[in-house]
């Protein structure tokens, strides 16, 4: 059965800390749904029992700025892929905070920042809801891939910065702000 509260316990907050993989979904009122699977160690920090954030390294699109952009609906979703099976979902309201943007710095110390890194998503919780998880398959997490890392250190920064720059729109017309610097990481 499922079980609503307006913040995350200790318990939710140790169940996310053992995930590899989460997944982020946005709409828009006029536009399609994005649901995209997230990856990559680190990039997932629970700031508080009512803030969450996670690092974005560019990749085809840029579905989950615009729609944030928008109208600021997200939700994400964890599922325990061991045992105990569970699925979590965050319910919030997020922003994008680019490079340049104010809450930048406060934001990026939470995270080791990697090769292609063009935003962080700033998520206030507004409701979390686990469930069973039980029709969801027990697997084993062997190891993260590098292609996207891999990718992004092999990039001229001026280039990257002109290609990233160039995408200002989602698939569905909706504007985004272009980051303004190439991350390295560290």
Avoid at 100 to 123: C, M, N, S, V, Y
Wanted: aromatic share 8%; with cysteine; proline share 5%.
């Amino acid at each position: 059965m499922a079980e609503f509260t307006d913040h995350l316990t200790p318990d939710h907050i140790a169940m996310i800390e053992r995930q590899p993989m989460f997944f982020v979904a946005t709409a828009a009122a006029d536009g399609r749904i994005n649901l995209s699977p997230k990856g990559l160690a680190d990039t997932f920090a629970v700031l508080s029992p009512s803030r969450v954030a996670y690092l974005d390294l560019a990749g085809s699109g840029n579905e989950t700025h615009a729609h944030l952009s928008a109208d600021g609906w997200i939700t994400l979703m964890m599922c325990n892929f061991q045992q105990p099976a569970l699925i979590l979902r965050i319910y919030g309201r997020g922003d994008v905070v680019l490079p340049a943007d104010e809450k930048w710095d406060e934001l990026a110390r939470h995270f080791a920042l990697l090769p292609g890194t063009r935003q962080i998503f700033d998520i206030v919780v507004e409701s979390v809801q686990t469930s069973c998880g039980w029709g969801v398959p027990v697997m084993s997490h062997d190891k993260d891939r590098d292609t996207l890392v891999r990718y992004h250190a092999q990039q001229d920064p001026d280039e990257w910065v002109a290609k990233y720059r160039s995408r200002t729109h989602s698939i569905d017309g909706i504007a985004t702000r272009a980051t303004d610097r190439f991350i390295a990481g560290d």
